[in-house]
């Protein structure tokens, strides 16, 4: 057993049973509460893969994913396009991408749309959003219910003074793959999108936002892997009694260790449709209304020009994977070690949550997952937001396009998988503090 899954044994102590809130595990049971006067806060986690049928890839599948298909950019490894060192010192990579990932060539999903019906119906208390490309905010869905955990393409600045940059200018530079600078002429620095790189930390707004967990009737988890820190975190801070419901491809994290948990394993588009045709009143005909506004909301981008996302070659990637870092290992073990000590002195033993069992064949799986596909469920105390004193300051294996490592939280880490840390040289400063430890 790994040392995350430990922790998630302390943290979340909840044992799976029949149902105490659903009727069942199924998807009548889900649209029954989501109907119901009882489910009156939903919340949502969603990741990447809502937004793969709109056309933008996933981006850590082995053989379709954008990490192994960016040979061209010749890429020491390839999530050093979205590593803020990496970028500091060649953003040219960055931005030749961004010409094809830019917000307003692609259009929302039914699944964005779903999430503005949850809005309508006065159901949504927030869309927690790993993703970078604003589909949310192009579906319609308020701003004020979205929080983009990870950035976005929504804004821009100098990454040396930090001044806004003009979004007109932006739009231009990115369709052009031109690397923008500071409207300063004296600093000239680069400008990057308010998009969380690896190696920079969430939004200050984080644990603030976070702490409204509190209030969920209903937490709705879907295109995530569930593998990025703190982020992933955020599933064990919805109350005990709150149903969970997993709509992915396979089943991951801990999903199923709780009696209320409900694990949908089908592409998004299919499942929030079924959802919609089980709770009736008109759902699906609103839905499918809201998604047929989003038509004008998107130019797609040419097909005739050349794409930088092409088969990868698997040696170049296999050369770019780093090493295992010991220094988050005895990191994370010294946590556990503390956790349950102090499990033992406040509440005795606690009982262990059985083993989730992924359900999805290894051949389904990603292969940072195939050994072990069961999350950490760090669970802090109720009104607990996520820690610093729970996280590494170490830099991490990046995550998945739009599930970014997120400006005061240590960099977000993987609970499965080698750990790595950026192929880039140190400063002089991380240099002088190595000596002086």
């Given at each position: 057993m790994s040392v995350?899954?430990?922790?998630?044994?302390l943290l979340g102590r909840v044992l799976p049973g029949d149902?105490?809130?659903l009727e069942g595990r199924d998807i009548p049971s889900v649209a029954k509460f989501l109907k119901s006067d009882e489910c009156k806060n939903v919340f949502l986690m969603v990741?990447?893969?809502i937004s793969t049928s709109a056309g933008i890839p996933d981006f850590r599948s082995p053989d379709t994913g954008l990490y192994a298909n960016l040979a061209k950019l010749h890429l020491p490894y390839p999530e050093a396009v979205f590593d803020i060192r990496y970028f500091s010192?060649?953003?040219?990579?960055f931005y030749t991408l961004a010409a094809e990932l830019y917000p307003g060539y692609y259009r929302p999903t039914?699944?964005?749309?779903?999430?503005r019906l949850l809005a309508e119906k006065g159901k949504l208390y927030t869309c927690f959003t790993q993703n970078i490309d604003t589909l949310e905010r192009r579906a319609g869905v308020p701003v004020e219910k979205i929080f983009e955990a990870h950035g976005s393409f929504a804004s821009q600045r100098c990454i040396k003074c930090k001044n806004e940059y003009p979004t007109e200018d932006m739009m231009l530079h990115v369709k052009l793959a031109e690397v923008p600078h500071c409207v300063d002429e004296v600093c000239g620095g680069v400008v990057k999108p308010d998009i969380v790189f690896f190696g920079e930390g969430l939004p200050d707004t984080f644990e603030a936002a976070v702490k409204n967990l509190e209030e969920a009737d209903l937490l709705i988890i879907m295109g995530t892997s569930l593998t990025v820190y703190p982020f992933a975190a955020l599933r064990s801070m919805v109350p005990a009694k709150c149903p969970r419901v997993l709509i992915n491809l396979d089943r991951v994290g801990d999903i199923g260790a709780r009696a209320d948990d409900v694990a949908l394993l089908m592409p998004c588009d299919e499942a929030v449709r079924k959802l919609c045709d089980e709770i009736g009143d008109g759902w699906r005909e609103e839905l499918e209304r809201l998604w047929v506004d989003t038509?004008?909301?998107y130019t797609p981008r040419p097909t005739e020009e050349a794409s930088v996302i092409g088969k990868g070659d698997g040696e170049k990637v296999a050369k770019g994977k780093l090493s295992k870092n010991p220094h988050l290992e005895d990191e994370v073990a010294r946590i556990a070690k503390m956790v349950e000590e102090k499990m033992k002195v406040e509440d005795g033993p606690a009982d262990p949550a059985p083993e989730d069992k992924p359900a999805a064949s290894e051949e389904s799986q990603p292969k940072e997952t195939l050994e072990d596909t069961s999350a950490a469920s760090v669970r802090p105390e109720p009104s607990a937001a996520p820690k610093a004193g729970m996280q590494t300051p170490a830099v991490e294996k990046p995550a998945e396009v739009g599930e970014l490592a997120g400006p005061t939280h240590p960099t977000p880490h993987y609970e499965t998988g080698e750990l790595s840390v950026p192929q880039?040289?140190?400063s002089v400063d991380d240099v002088e503090e190595e000596k002086k430890a």
């Open positions: 995350m899954d430990r922790l998630s044994q149902p105490i809130v990741g990447a893969g010192q060649n953003p040219k990579p039914v699944t964005h749309s779903f999430i038509e004008n909301t880039t040289k140190p």
